[in-house]
């Protein structure tokens, strides 16, 4: 059984551009949340995905959108990134919403 | 607003204490809380899941109690090993409409010093 992954791991963009991130949920799971972690600060909740719809949404602007495909992976998008979306970006899964969160190895994304 | 506060921030201890890493909670209803850790760089490792229903959990080492009416819970690693430097963190899985929002305190930086 295959763990949370997420790609690509590293990633370098210039202010204004867009990016989208990528992660595969645990087996079995149906739930993927994401969440963006400054240094040295906790993760943030960016948003989750419950069966293809979204269930709750932290305090990020529009800019930051995602999806779920039917095989319940994920993709987290930014548009017009500015250099204070630099940070770790996290992806957990679940069986279910509320249950226990399995997370990847992040992916760090820095802009200049 | 759910808030959760780490203490202390960072601990420094010699291999073989034992040691208590604190976590508070500011909205006592809590569908449950997860402890995880999290290596420099790296992505976060579920240690321990407490239900609301549920005192305490254990897993090898490590032994976590929940408190929901002091809003509290604390992580108990006994005999540490160097192996258990890393930041560790709480979460709390709030209900209502915040159901399945992990809220995050910053984190105890633990070093093991052989």
């Known amino acids: 059984e295959t763990g949370v992954t997420q790609s690509p791991t590293h990633l370098i963009k210039t202010r204004g551009q867009q990016v989208t991130l990528r992660c595969s949920s645990q087996?079995?799971?149906?739930?993927v949340s994401w969440y963006q972690q400054a240094l040295g600060q906790g993760p943030q909740f960016i948003f989750q995905y419950y069966r293809e719809e979204e269930n709750g949404r932290g305090n990020f602007p529009p800019r930051f959108s995602g999806l779920q495909f039917p095989n319940y992976s994920s993709e987290l998008n930014v548009n017009a990134l500015e250099l204070d979306d630099s940070a770790l970006y996290l992806c957990a899964s679940s069986t279910g919403i509320g249950t226990e969160a399995f997370f990847g190895q992040g992916t760090r994304l820095t802009v200049v | 607003k759910q808030e959760v506060t780490q203490i202390p921030a960072a601990l420094s201890v010699p291999e073989g204490e034992n040691l208590v890493l604190n976590c508070s909670f500011t909205?006592?209803?809590?569908?449950?809380l997860q402890w995880f850790r999290q290596d420099p760089g790296k992505g976060l490792t579920s240690l321990l899941l407490?239900?609301?229903?549920?005192r305490e959990q254990t897993s090898g080492r490590l032994n976590a109690s929940l408190d929901k009416s002091s809003g509290r819970s604390t992580l108990y690693i006994a005999a540490s090993q160097p192996g258990d430097s890393a930041t560790y963190l709480c979460a709390a899985n709030a209900g209502g409409t915040s159901y399945g929002k992990l809220t995050f305190g910053q984190g105890t930086i633990l070093t093991v010093h052989p």
């Open positions: 407490i239900q609301s229903s549920q």
């Open positions: 087996s079995g799971h149906n739930t």
């Open positions: 909205d006592s209803a809590i569908y449950n």
